[in-house]
């Protein structure tokens, strides 16, 4: 049995490419995308990927560059989740919530070659160049620290906004739809290269490794029991952990991903029922902007809509209170270094006999591993002794260690 070489017969490397050139097989003409005005089915997308990757090629970007983006969810940053790894290159998704001096910071750490930016945060990535271009000047290398600079204008109504002679649709036309993607020999090459939030000091890099984030993504829809050809609303940034990487996970049930710029009432609601909305993700905050909605902005939700919810402890009477408008909350407990979500509120059918308050109490705990999760523990933060385990999900408000097949590579 010792003599059962690994070959290219049995074995090949992971990566969420794979579901994109699957989707595009299999559900080909299915809507990818849906955006304003805009839609692209899987074939469009995975030809528009080539042809953006091909592009990057054309821009000097080779293995293990990277390219950082700062967009809303737009089209494009999507599109970049498997055009940027098919040019052996990493992504690096920008949070728009941070301020020119981080922006700067993470441009600056992660060496970016490439920096994409949205019409929308042109004049506040103008100032973060800004400050990378004194930075660099006090370094003595200004051509080592500034990256490429292409704006992302709006795929709808163009708004001609410029800071540099690039544009990304441009770009995309003037690919070879042919494009070969790189091949991935190493599932630990690097795919992403995400940043913590950097509310206590500077951001940190956490590096996502191709394996890392085939079996996150795989675990996650898996978890979720999310069904083919699901509809999912993109009110999760996708700066977040690659979108709990379901920019991936879309592509691999042959979803249809409708994109939206900003959570507002109007446009969840809009988009919920206009689209047959069936998944969405997003942090507590965002159900109080649907619970709060004036009457002109709500539609009637006649469909349960399913929602992972994390980032922040659902008290049990928002969950009550979310469930009651027609969607169905799972809780997780994730971090940067995990990949997104890494425990879950894992649901059992016994509760469902349960009273709705008590079925809300305990959705609004978490504790059990998601399936690659290989161990997950809680420890005391003084003595660092692991702490009795509560019934059901949950567990103490402790310090939690985790080994996990998603953990960043570094």
């Given at each position: 049995?010792?003599?059962?070489?690994?070959?290219?017969?049995?074995y090949v490397p992971l990566t969420p490419i794979t579901f994109l050139k699957r989707a595009a097989m299999v559900y080909s003409n299915r809507p990818s995308i849906i955006y304003r005005g805009v839609r692209f089915t899987w074939r469009q997308t995975y030809e528009r990927c080539c042809r953006f990757a091909s592009a990057l090629r054309s821009l000097n970007v080779v293995r293990n560059d990277v390219v950082s983006v700062l967009a809303p969810n737009v089209p494009a940053i999507y599109e970049m989740h498997f055009a940027v790894p098919m040019a052996g290159a990493v992504l690096n998704t920008i949070n728009t919530r941070l301020d020119a001096q981080n922006i700067a910071t993470i441009l600056k750490h992660s060496e970016a070659k490439v920096f994409f930016i949205d019409y929308q945060y042109v004049p506040l990535a103008r100032d973060a160049l800004r400050v990378l271009m004194a930075n660099s000047q006090n370094s003595g290398r200004p051509e080592k620290l500034m990256p490429l600079v292409v704006v992302i204008d709006d795929v709808d109504q163009p708004t001609g906004t410029r800071l540099g002679a690039l544009e990304y649709e441009q770009l995309v036309s003037q690919g070879n739809p042919g494009y070969v993607p790189a091949e991935i020999t190493n599932e630990w090459d690097p795919i992403s290269l995400n940043y913590t939030s950097g509310?206590?000091?500077?951001?940190k890099g956490v590096v996502y490794s191709h394996r890392g984030a085939?079996?996150?993504?795989?675990?996650?829809?898996?978890g979720w029991e999310m069904k083919s050809e699901p509809v999912y609303l993109w009110s999760l940034p996708m700066f977040h952990c690659n979108?709990?990487?379901?920019?991936?996970?879309?592509?691999?049930?042959?979803?249809t991903?409708?994109?939206i710029r900003s959570t507002t009432a109007v446009e969840m609601y809009d988009s919920i029922v206009s689209h047959n909305v069936t998944h969405m993700c997003c942090a507590p905050i965002v159900f109080n902007?649907?619970?709060?909605?004036?009457?002109?902005?709500?539609?009637?939700?006649?469909?349960?809509?399913?929602?992972?919810?994390?980032?922040?402890?659902?008290?049990?009477?928002?969950l009550q209170k979310i469930e009651n408008l027609g969607f169905h909350v799972v809780h997780a407990y994730g971090l940067t270094e995990a990949t997104g979500p890494a425990l879950v509120c894992e649901w059992q059918k016994r509760w469902n006999k349960l009273p709705a308050e008590d079925?809300?109490?305990l959705k609004a705990r978490q504790g059990i591993s998601i399936l690659t999760l290989a161990d997950a523990d809680v420890k005391d933060p003084e003595t660092m002794e692991s702490v009795p385990r509560r019934e059901n999900n949950g567990g103490n408000r402790a310090e939690?260690?985790?080994h996990n097949e998603g953990i960043l590579e570094g």
């Open positions: 049995m010792d003599k059962l070489p690994k070959c290219g017969a049995n509310t206590t000091s500077e951001p085939y079996l996150s993504t795989l675990s996650l829809i898996l979108g709990w990487t379901f920019t991936w996970g879309v592509a691999a049930r042959g979803g991903n409708v994109c902007v649907l619970l709060e909605a004036k009457p002109h902005e709500r539609r009637q939700i006649t469909t349960p809509v399913e929602i992972l919810t994390g980032g922040a402890p659902p008290p049990a009477a928002l079925q809300a109490r939690r260690k985790q």
